[in-house]
Nanobody
Framework: QVQLVESGGGLVQAGGSLRLSCAVSGRTNSRYAMAWFRQTPGKEREFVSAISWSGGTTYYSESVKGRFTISRDNGKNAVYLQMNSLKPEDTAVYYC??????????????WGPGTQVTVSS
């Protein structure tokens, strides 16, 4: 099992920045790909970004490409999402997800409880 806990959410003005962190515990001796998703009330969960076990492969949704950067520190069992140039439409609950696989996957097995990001205009 893998446990995930997000942190770093909060309230920020449009144009500002936030850095989300995801702490990974449990089965940390396995290779796992990680991702960030987000969800707003009444909408389906939306893919934001993903990163392979090595960190050498990353993917971004078109809506965040060029503004968000995903990274990881396997020594610290952590994954990060640096969010710059935030827009009000980035407001959502952000979820960290993991799957036991070295490469980025289409589906994820483990999820954190989420952290709220609110961007004011």
């Amino acid at each position: 099992q893998v446990q995930l806990v997000e942190s770093g959410g909060g309230l920020v003005q449009a144009g500002g920045s936030l850095r989300l962190s995801c702490a990974v515990s449990g089965r940390t001796n396995s290779r796992y790909a990680m991702a960030w998703f987000r969800q707003t009330p009444g909408k389906e969960r939306e893919f934001v970004s993903a990163i392979s076990w090595s960190g050498g492969t990353t993917y971004y949704s078109e809506s965040v490409k060029g503004r968000f950067t995903i990274s990881r520190d396997n020594g610290k069992n952590a994954v990060y999402l640096q969010m710059n140039s935030l827009k009000p439409e980035d407001t959502a609950v952000y979820y960290c997800a993991a799957t036991i696989a070295a490469m980025i996957a289409a589906e994820y097995d483990y999820w954190g409880p989420g952290t709220q990001v609110t961007v004011s205009s």
